[in-house]
Protein backbone atom coordinates (compact mmCIF):
# COMPACT_ATOMS: atom_id res chain seq x y z
CA UNK A 1 0.00 0.00 0.00
CA UNK A 2 2.65 2.49 0.87
CA UNK A 3 4.40 2.16 -2.34
CA UNK A 4 1.09 2.60 -4.22
CA UNK A 5 0.64 6.22 -2.25
CA UNK A 6 4.22 7.01 -3.21
CA UNK A 7 3.90 5.91 -7.38
CA UNK A 8 0.50 7.72 -7.08
CA UNK A 9 1.80 11.10 -5.59
CA UNK A 10 5.51 10.90 -7.80
CA UNK A 11 2.94 10.86 -11.17
CA UNK A 12 1.40 13.75 -9.57
CA UNK A 13 4.21 15.72 -8.91
CA UNK A 14 5.14 15.38 -12.73
CA UNK A 15 1.87 16.26 -13.91
CA UNK A 16 0.83 19.17 -11.41
CA UNK A 17 4.70 20.88 -11.60
CA UNK A 18 4.62 20.18 -15.74
CA UNK A 19 7.83 18.54 -15.25
CA UNK A 20 8.80 15.94 -17.62
CA UNK A 21 11.10 12.99 -16.47
CA UNK A 22 14.06 11.88 -18.75
CA UNK A 23 16.39 9.58 -16.36
CA UNK A 24 15.92 8.27 -12.88
CA UNK A 25 19.48 9.43 -11.21
CA UNK A 26 19.13 7.98 -7.62
CA UNK A 27 16.21 5.40 -6.41
CA UNK A 28 15.22 1.65 -6.58
CA UNK A 29 13.99 -0.17 -10.03
CA UNK A 30 10.60 0.56 -8.53
CA UNK A 31 10.75 4.33 -9.34
CA UNK A 32 12.02 3.83 -13.20
CA UNK A 33 8.78 3.99 -15.13
CA UNK A 34 10.17 3.18 -18.31
CA UNK A 35 12.76 6.12 -18.53
CA UNK A 36 16.32 5.80 -18.86
CA UNK A 37 18.62 4.58 -15.75
CA UNK A 38 21.60 5.76 -14.64
CA UNK A 39 23.77 4.00 -12.49
CA UNK A 40 27.04 6.51 -12.00
CA UNK A 41 26.02 7.20 -8.64
CA UNK A 42 28.70 5.92 -6.17
CA UNK A 43 26.43 6.07 -2.61
CA UNK A 44 22.38 6.03 -3.15
CA UNK A 45 20.03 7.14 -0.79
CA UNK A 46 16.68 4.88 0.06
CA UNK A 47 15.27 7.43 1.62
CA UNK A 48 15.33 9.73 -1.90
CA UNK A 49 14.78 9.54 -5.22
CA UNK A 50 16.17 11.88 -8.00
CA UNK A 51 15.45 12.10 -11.38
CA UNK A 52 16.65 14.54 -14.29
CA UNK A 53 13.93 15.84 -16.84
CA UNK A 54 12.89 18.97 -18.29
CA UNK A 55 10.73 21.88 -16.52
CA UNK A 56 9.43 24.36 -18.97
CA UNK A 57 12.25 23.55 -21.65
CA UNK A 58 14.66 23.50 -18.73
CA UNK A 59 16.82 20.85 -17.56
CA UNK A 60 15.93 20.22 -13.69
CA UNK A 61 16.34 17.78 -11.09
CA UNK A 62 13.27 16.59 -9.28
CA UNK A 63 14.41 15.29 -5.57
CA UNK A 64 11.75 13.44 -3.56
CA UNK A 65 11.89 12.16 -0.19
CA UNK A 66 10.34 8.65 0.07
CA UNK A 67 10.28 8.12 3.67
CA UNK A 68 9.25 11.99 4.73
CA UNK A 69 8.66 10.70 8.46
CA UNK A 70 12.23 10.54 9.30
CA UNK A 71 13.63 13.30 6.81
CA UNK A 72 11.66 16.19 6.67
CA UNK A 73 14.29 18.09 8.71
CA UNK A 74 16.39 17.05 5.71
CA UNK A 75 14.01 18.43 3.52
CA UNK A 76 13.31 21.83 5.73
CA UNK A 77 17.00 22.46 6.13
CA UNK A 78 17.57 21.88 1.85
CA UNK A 79 14.55 23.77 1.14
CA UNK A 80 16.14 27.00 3.57
CA UNK A 81 19.15 26.70 1.59
CA UNK A 82 17.40 27.11 -1.65
CA UNK A 83 14.76 29.74 -0.92
CA UNK A 84 16.21 32.01 1.72
CA UNK A 85 19.95 31.90 1.39
CA UNK A 86 20.34 33.67 -2.03
CA UNK A 87 17.65 36.59 -0.60
CA UNK A 88 19.81 37.11 2.36
CA UNK A 89 23.29 36.98 1.09
CA UNK A 90 23.88 38.62 -2.37
CA UNK A 91 27.24 36.51 -3.31
CA UNK A 92 24.59 33.12 -2.78
CA UNK A 93 23.08 34.09 -5.14
CA UNK A 94 25.38 31.98 -8.10
CA UNK A 95 26.84 29.14 -5.23
CA UNK A 96 23.35 27.01 -5.24
CA UNK A 97 20.68 26.16 -7.95
CA UNK A 98 18.05 28.23 -8.58
CA UNK A 99 14.48 26.50 -6.88
CA UNK A 100 11.64 26.41 -9.34
CA UNK A 101 8.80 24.33 -7.26
CA UNK A 102 8.67 22.62 -3.79
CA UNK A 103 6.03 20.77 -1.93
CA UNK A 104 6.01 19.12 1.76
CA UNK A 105 2.62 16.91 1.41
CA UNK A 106 2.70 14.37 1.66
CA UNK A 107 5.67 13.62 0.49
CA UNK A 108 9.03 16.87 0.44
CA UNK A 109 10.25 17.62 -3.07
CA UNK A 110 12.25 20.04 -4.76
CA UNK A 111 12.81 21.08 -8.62
CA UNK A 112 16.39 22.37 -8.75
CA UNK A 113 17.78 23.71 -12.44
CA UNK A 114 20.65 21.10 -13.05
CA UNK A 115 24.37 22.52 -13.05
CA UNK A 116 25.72 23.20 -15.92
CA UNK A 117 30.04 22.43 -14.81
CA UNK A 118 32.05 19.82 -14.15
CA UNK A 119 32.18 18.09 -10.54
CA UNK A 120 35.05 19.09 -8.93
CA UNK A 121 35.68 15.81 -8.26
CA UNK A 122 36.34 14.55 -11.59
CA UNK A 123 37.70 18.07 -12.32
CA UNK A 124 40.78 17.18 -10.01
CA UNK A 125 41.77 14.69 -12.50
CA UNK A 126 43.03 17.23 -15.14
CA UNK A 127 46.13 18.77 -15.57
CA UNK A 128 45.24 22.03 -14.83
CA UNK A 129 44.60 21.65 -11.49
CA UNK A 130 45.13 25.14 -9.26
CA UNK A 131 45.74 25.75 -5.81
CA UNK A 132 43.99 29.19 -6.85
CA UNK A 133 40.91 27.26 -7.67
CA UNK A 134 41.25 25.56 -3.78
CA UNK A 135 41.90 28.85 -2.74
CA UNK A 136 38.55 30.50 -4.11
CA UNK A 137 36.92 27.72 -2.84
CA UNK A 138 37.61 27.91 0.48
CA UNK A 139 37.73 31.55 0.57
CA UNK A 140 33.43 31.28 0.04
CA UNK A 141 33.34 28.30 2.51
CA UNK A 142 34.85 30.90 5.54
CA UNK A 143 32.16 33.70 4.17
CA UNK A 144 29.33 31.54 4.00
CA UNK A 145 30.63 29.96 7.57
CA UNK A 146 30.76 33.53 9.40
CA UNK A 147 27.90 35.47 7.55
CA UNK A 148 24.75 32.75 7.07
CA UNK A 149 22.75 31.92 10.25
CA UNK A 150 20.83 28.76 10.14
CA UNK A 151 17.47 28.65 12.47
CA UNK A 152 18.30 26.02 15.44
CA UNK A 153 14.84 24.67 14.99
CA UNK A 154 15.82 22.86 11.34
CA UNK A 155 19.47 22.86 12.70
CA UNK A 156 21.17 19.49 12.22
CA UNK A 157 22.24 19.56 15.53
CA UNK A 158 22.05 22.72 17.37
CA UNK A 159 25.79 22.66 17.89
CA UNK A 160 27.63 19.50 16.49
CA UNK A 161 29.93 19.33 19.56
CA UNK A 162 32.91 17.09 20.20
CA UNK A 163 30.94 14.34 22.21
CA UNK A 164 29.45 13.58 19.02
CA UNK A 165 32.17 12.34 17.36
CA UNK A 166 33.72 10.59 20.44
CA UNK A 167 31.72 7.85 20.66
CA UNK A 168 32.61 4.29 19.95
CA UNK A 169 29.97 4.15 17.44
CA UNK A 170 29.46 0.69 15.06
CA UNK A 171 31.05 2.12 12.44
CA UNK A 172 34.56 2.30 14.36
CA UNK A 173 33.99 -0.72 16.26
CA UNK A 174 33.88 -2.86 12.52
CA UNK A 175 36.80 -0.65 11.34
CA UNK A 176 39.01 -1.40 14.43
CA UNK A 177 38.40 -5.26 13.63
CA UNK A 178 40.55 -4.69 10.77
CA UNK A 179 43.49 -4.24 13.37
CA UNK A 180 45.06 -6.48 15.50
CA UNK A 181 43.70 -6.58 18.93
CA UNK A 182 46.65 -4.71 20.52
CA UNK A 183 47.43 -2.08 17.48
CA UNK A 184 43.64 -0.98 17.67
CA UNK A 185 43.68 -1.00 21.28
CA UNK A 186 46.38 1.30 20.96
CA UNK A 187 44.76 3.31 17.83
CA UNK A 188 41.42 3.69 20.02
CA UNK A 189 43.23 5.11 23.25
CA UNK A 190 45.40 7.52 20.89
CA UNK A 191 42.14 8.87 19.44
CA UNK A 192 40.17 9.08 23.04
CA UNK A 193 43.60 11.44 24.32
CA UNK A 194 43.53 13.49 21.40
CA UNK A 195 39.63 13.96 22.00
CA UNK A 196 40.73 15.22 25.17
CA UNK A 197 43.08 17.37 24.35
CA UNK A 198 40.43 18.53 21.71
CA UNK A 199 37.57 19.49 25.15
CA UNK A 200 39.92 21.49 26.46
CA UNK A 201 39.69 24.07 23.91
CA UNK A 202 36.74 23.49 21.93
CA UNK A 203 34.87 25.85 23.93
CA UNK A 204 36.71 28.62 22.77
CA UNK A 205 37.00 28.37 19.09
CA UNK A 206 35.09 30.64 16.84
CA UNK A 207 31.78 28.43 15.30
CA UNK A 208 29.62 29.07 12.34
CA UNK A 209 27.80 27.13 9.72
CA UNK A 210 28.84 23.70 8.77
CA UNK A 211 27.59 21.66 5.47
CA UNK A 212 28.30 18.44 7.40
CA UNK A 213 28.35 17.16 3.90
CA UNK A 214 31.03 19.32 2.50
CA UNK A 215 32.30 16.65 -0.28
CA UNK A 216 33.36 17.23 -3.74
CA UNK A 217 30.46 15.18 -4.93
CA UNK A 218 28.30 18.44 -3.95
CA UNK A 219 30.80 20.84 -5.36
CA UNK A 220 30.31 21.95 -8.96
CA UNK A 221 32.30 24.58 -10.40
CA UNK A 222 32.95 26.12 -14.22
CA UNK A 223 35.04 29.39 -15.81
CA UNK A 224 32.02 31.52 -15.46
CA UNK A 225 30.37 31.49 -12.49
CA UNK A 226 32.44 29.33 -10.20
CA UNK A 227 31.28 27.69 -8.06
CA UNK A 228 27.94 26.31 -7.53
CA UNK A 229 26.81 23.92 -3.96
CA UNK A 230 24.26 21.28 -3.48
CA UNK A 231 22.83 18.98 -0.89
CA UNK A 232 22.19 20.79 2.03
CA UNK A 233 20.26 18.32 4.61
CA UNK A 234 22.98 18.04 6.98
CA UNK A 235 23.03 21.80 7.76
CA UNK A 236 24.24 22.70 10.88
CA UNK A 237 26.44 24.75 13.72
CA UNK A 238 29.80 24.04 14.30
CA UNK A 239 33.81 24.56 13.56
CA UNK A 240 34.69 25.04 10.17
CA UNK A 241 37.50 22.11 10.03
CA UNK A 242 34.54 19.97 10.04
CA UNK A 243 33.48 20.86 7.00
CA UNK A 244 37.27 21.15 6.12
CA UNK A 245 37.99 17.62 7.12
CA UNK A 246 35.25 15.57 5.31
CA UNK A 247 36.52 17.33 2.09
CA UNK A 248 40.32 16.58 3.22
CA UNK A 249 38.85 12.69 3.96
CA UNK A 250 36.94 12.32 0.40
CA UNK A 251 39.66 13.29 -1.52
CA UNK A 252 42.51 10.77 0.45
CA UNK A 253 42.70 8.96 -2.91
CA UNK A 254 43.11 12.49 -5.11
CA UNK A 255 46.58 12.61 -7.10
CA UNK A 256 46.79 16.17 -5.56
CA UNK A 257 45.65 15.29 -1.92
CA UNK A 258 49.42 17.02 -1.02
CA UNK A 259 47.84 20.37 -2.58
CA UNK A 260 44.75 20.00 -1.00
CA UNK A 261 46.43 19.60 2.53
CA UNK A 262 48.82 22.30 2.56
CA UNK A 263 46.07 24.71 1.22
CA UNK A 264 43.81 23.37 4.14
CA UNK A 265 46.25 23.57 6.56
CA UNK A 266 47.62 27.10 5.62
CA UNK A 267 43.65 28.74 6.69
CA UNK A 268 44.58 27.74 9.90
CA UNK A 269 46.85 29.94 12.44
CA UNK A 270 46.35 28.00 15.75
CA UNK A 271 47.93 24.90 16.79
CA UNK A 272 44.39 24.03 18.43
CA UNK A 273 42.41 24.40 15.07
CA UNK A 274 44.93 21.75 13.17
CA UNK A 275 44.22 19.13 16.01
CA UNK A 276 40.70 19.83 15.29
CA UNK A 277 41.08 19.14 12.03
CA UNK A 278 43.13 16.11 12.61
CA UNK A 279 40.49 14.91 14.90
CA UNK A 280 37.75 15.01 12.80
CA UNK A 281 39.77 13.51 9.81
CA UNK A 282 40.70 10.57 12.28
CA UNK A 283 37.02 10.29 13.27
CA UNK A 284 36.36 10.03 9.29
CA UNK A 285 38.60 7.31 8.77
CA UNK A 286 37.95 5.17 11.25
CA UNK A 287 33.43 5.79 11.01
CA UNK A 288 34.55 4.48 7.23
CA UNK A 289 37.48 2.18 7.32
CA UNK A 290 35.25 -1.20 7.17
CA UNK A 291 33.33 -0.03 4.03
CA UNK A 292 36.44 -0.57 1.85
CA UNK A 293 37.66 -3.80 3.43
CA UNK A 294 37.82 -5.44 0.06
CA UNK A 295 39.63 -2.28 -1.17
CA UNK A 296 43.15 -2.76 -0.41
CA UNK A 297 44.87 0.27 -2.22
CA UNK A 298 42.38 2.54 -0.25
CA UNK A 299 43.20 0.69 3.01
CA UNK A 300 46.66 1.52 2.90
CA UNK A 301 45.69 4.94 2.13
CA UNK A 302 43.92 5.11 4.98
CA UNK A 303 45.65 3.19 7.28
CA UNK A 304 49.12 5.30 6.42
CA UNK A 305 46.84 8.53 7.00
CA UNK A 306 45.58 6.86 10.59
CA UNK A 307 48.59 6.38 11.78
CA UNK A 308 50.47 9.49 10.68
CA UNK A 309 47.75 11.41 12.84
CA UNK A 310 47.85 9.48 15.72
CA UNK A 311 51.70 8.67 15.81
Not at 10 to 36: A, C, H, M, R, W
Not at 98 to 105: I, W
Request: hydrophobic share 40%; with cysteine.
Amino acid sequence: MKNKIIHAKIKEIFSKSNFIPKTLIQGNDQFVYNLQQSTQREYVKSSTVLYEGTLNNKTTILKIIVEPKGNILRFRRELYAYQQLPTKFPFWKEAIPKLYYAGQSPLPFLIMERIDGQMLGDWYHLTNFSSNILAQLFDLLFKINQKIKLPNSIAFQPLLGISYYQQLNQGKKKSLQLFSQNEGKTIWNRYCELSQKINKFWPSLKKGLIFGDFSPSNIFYNNIEGFTFIDFETLSHGHIAQDLALFYFASLNNPQIRVIDRKIRSLFKSNEENRLLDFMIAHLILNQMFRFKNNQEMLFILNKELKTILG
